[in-house]
């Protein structure tokens, strides 16, 4: 490619038709023409509607004037939202590290299950992942709702007292993790279950006379060998559970007592609801440079690793 | 350092193949074997079960004296060389060496030492720092050998290691192994498909068909003494003759009846020994290195008579002559200097001081 390009270089003392020829020609700019359509839609959709919310985000309540970081401030000095940081945090974390032990464990299983089973298995366990969220978090809150939850009937009849789902504050916490696990950890299923399928047989068989046990055919193996798919997930998974908005919108809604918000739920409630705009923008963004920080050591280990062992 | 024995030992796969047909063999201590044979016809099944890798259906495999049936891989104390070298990706060659020490907590000092030992022996000791990507092929295995190397267990399995290697490479790996082994002489159980490989690294070759043992013994007994027409067949390149012809009784003394109408006089030595087959259809055999340019005719039981080459192919040191006989090819092997043009008739010698003679129905070599 580079040096496709030097050779095409058109020349500056060129006449004006030819070169219009030559830089017609040359492989980039081909290249760049064809993905033309591309970068207009990731302009369009990802890069204005992100410019404009960072252009938002430093406006005065009324988007009459420009602020700068006053927004984030007083978002800081709050109470209030300093929870949905807690919470944002807490839920995303504990969430990811859930789904993607879970996660594994299901691949696991499922990997050692002969083919014909394997199937029809992996079928069912997909089933979280398809239904939309809204709607199967709707089940959920049939299950946990006071009145006729059916999960404390069930409790009940183990004489276990019946739990306050959503009502108490751990609690509201607890479940919308459970619903989020029972969502996402499908997604790192079926990753993981790619993933080792993809470690050769023949490096089993080399540890297995090399001396190791089961255990630490995982420890030695199969997971240096999952590295890559393992970071990619999790920093996948993080930002869109950072960015969940469903589940905890129709199963607590933030209560009780605001105290479930994260951000996404709160950044509705404070931009569209409450109707300060440029409060909610900052409160969307708040994430925003976290998780590129990560991103970009996570993804930097992912490339030197692919160029070193693949 | 072991004895590998293998009795009676059977391996059915799920779905009915039997891969492994009841085999016998006894691997003595220091003992290098090479288990050749055509593609699929249970080498490495066998070298498998050896490993523990495979279960074994039925029999029993011991090493060193102690049955392993049930013994799984880590505790049977052998060490494998795979096809595809098998290391680890995201270890460094020195890690992926080390790494069977590390698990049978070796001291760091010894691993070291011994690493550095094998990295040696290997000529790769500048290679230790680098990760199997930015390896070549012979120097991956290099690393799989020394892998095993540094372990210094009582058996050595190799399979193939040396198919995904140019020509060139081949040979000079192959050299190395046996050099290798002359150093460290343990017992090894090596599985190749390729007949040279086998006569040059065994002291004794093992060949195998369809699961079953055809014949054991040093290179040059089944070279020159093979028990059966597929080894007889197998082992030697290029391969070695078979003419159908008929074996008649002519007053006291055997003749062969050629298909081109050409009659061999069998040596009287071995009336006895083909005395049975007098009347019948039989195959003639003989290497190209019997059937040449008339030579030593004052040797007893040379025969010649008039072929004429289709192809002749100059090897350098020798020339390869392909010749019809009734629509029956033969190979002769003959000295460069003598000439021969395609389609001339020439004279051809055979030396029935070697030849073989074959039960067709039963494949047996007489
Ligand atoms: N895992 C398996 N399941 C079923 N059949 C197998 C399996 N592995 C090998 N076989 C069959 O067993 C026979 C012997 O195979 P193998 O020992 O690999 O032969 P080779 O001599 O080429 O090494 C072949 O017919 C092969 O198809
Ligand atoms: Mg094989």
């Known amino acids: 490619m580079a040096d496709g390009a030097t050779l095409a270089m058109p020349r500056a003392e060129a006449p004006g038709g030819a070169s219009l020829k030559r830089f017609a020609r040359r492989r980039s700019t081909i290249a760049f023409l064809m993905t033309l359509p591309l970068i207009a839609v990731i302009g369009g959709l990802v890069a204005w509607p992100a410019g404009y919310a960072i252009w938002l985000s430093m406006l005065n309540r009324r988007m009459t004037q420009f602020i700068g970081l006053g927004n984030f401030e007083i978002l800081l000095d709050s109470e209030t939202f300093r929870m949905v940081i807690f919470q944002s945090v807490f839920f995303a974390v504990t969430a990811v590290i859930l789904k993607a032990l879970i996660g594994f464990w299901l691949a696991h299983m499922l990997h050692h299950l002969p083919a014909k089973g394997q199937k029809k298995w992996r079928g069912m366990l997909l089933v979280p992942w398809v239904i939309p969220p809204a709607l199967s978090t709707l089940g959920w809150w049939w299950m946990f709702e006071p009145t006729y939850s059916s999960i404390n009937w069930v409790l009940a009849i183990f004489a276990v007292p019946a739990v306050p789902w959503l009502g108490e504050p751990w609690w509201a916490r607890i479940s919308v993790i459970i619903v989020n696990v029972w969502y996402g950890a499908p997604f790192f299923m079926i990753m993981y279950l790619a993933a080792l399928k993809s470690v050769p047989e023949q490096l089993y068989e080399a540890a297995a006379i090399d001396g190791a046990t089961g255990w630490q055919k995982l420890r030695y193996v199969t997971l240096p060998m999952m590295r890559n798919i393992i970071s990619i997930t999790v920093l996948f998974s993080l930002i869109v559970t950072f960015a969940n908005y469903d589940i905890v919108r129709v199963l607590t809604n933030g209560g009780p007592r605001d105290l479930t918000h994260v951000f996404a739920s709160y950044a509705f409630q404070v931009g569209v609801l409450a109707g300060n705009i440029p409060r909610g923008a900052a409160v969307s963004l708040f994430m925003f440079p976290i998780l590129a920080v990560i991103a970009f050591f996570v993804l930097r280990g992912v490339n030197r690793r692919t160029k070193e062992e693949l | ?366």
Not at chain 2, 24 to 39: N, R
Not at chain 2, 52 to 77: C, F, H, K, Q, W
Not at chain 2, 310 to 317: D, N, Y
């Open chain 2, 1 to 366: 350092m072991a004895q590998v024995s293998i009795r009676k030992v059977v391996k059915a796969y799920e779905g009915g193949v039997q891969a492994v047909k009841g085999i016998d063999l006894e691997i003595a201590d220091h003992e290098f074997v090479v288990l050749v044979g055509p593609s699929g016809c249970g080498k490495s099944t066998t070298l498998r079960m050896i490993a523990g890798l495979e279960e074994i259906t039925s029999g029993e495999i011991a090493i060193g004296g102690m049955v392993v049936n049930d013994i799984p891989p880590r505790d049977r104390d052998i060490a494998m060389v795979f096809q595809n070298y098998a290391l680890y990706p995201h270890m460094s060659v020195y890690d992926n060496m080390a790494f069977g020490l590390t698990l049978r907590k070796f001291p760091k000092d010894e691993i070291k030492r011994r690493v550095e030992n094998a990295a040696r022996i290997l000529d790769i000791t500048p290679l230790l720092d680098r990760k199997p990507k930015a390896l070549s092929g012979g120097q991956r295995q290099r690393v799989a050998m020394g892998r095993a190397i540094v372990r210094d267990p009582k058996v050595f399995l190799f399979d193939e290691p040396l198919s995904n290697l140019d020509a060139k490479l081949r040979v000079q790996m192959r050299t190395e192994i046996k050099k290798v082994h002359q150093t460290v002489k343990t017992t090894t159980v090596y599985v190749t498909h390729d007949q040279v490989e086998a006569m040059t690294l065994a002291d004794r070759v093992v060949v195998m068909n369809h699961g079953v043992i055809e014949q054991v013994g040093p290179p040059q007994e089944l070279y020159h003494s093979p028990n059966t027409r597929f080894v007889a067949g197998f082992i030697g390149s290029p391969a070695m003759n078979f003419i159908p012809a008929r074996m008649e009784n002519g007053s006291g003394a055997l003749r062969l009846n050629l298909p081109n109408g050409i009659v061999l006089p069998v040596p009287a030595e071995r009336t006895a020994r083909y005395g049975a087959m007098a009347g019948k259809e039989v195959l003639f055999g003989i290497r190209p290195e019997h059937l040449t340019e008339p030579k030593n005719l004052d040797r007893q039981n040379i025969a010649v008579f008039e072929l004429t080459p289709e192809v002749i192919e100059p090897m350098g040191m020798e020339t390869l002559l392909h010749l019809w006989m009734q629509g029956h090819e033969v190979c002769s092997r003959i000295d460069p200097t003598t000439p021969a043009e395609p389609g001339r008739p020439m004279q051809v010698a055979a030396d029935l001081n070697h030849m073989h003679i074959i039960d067709p129905e039963s494949g047996r070599v007489l």
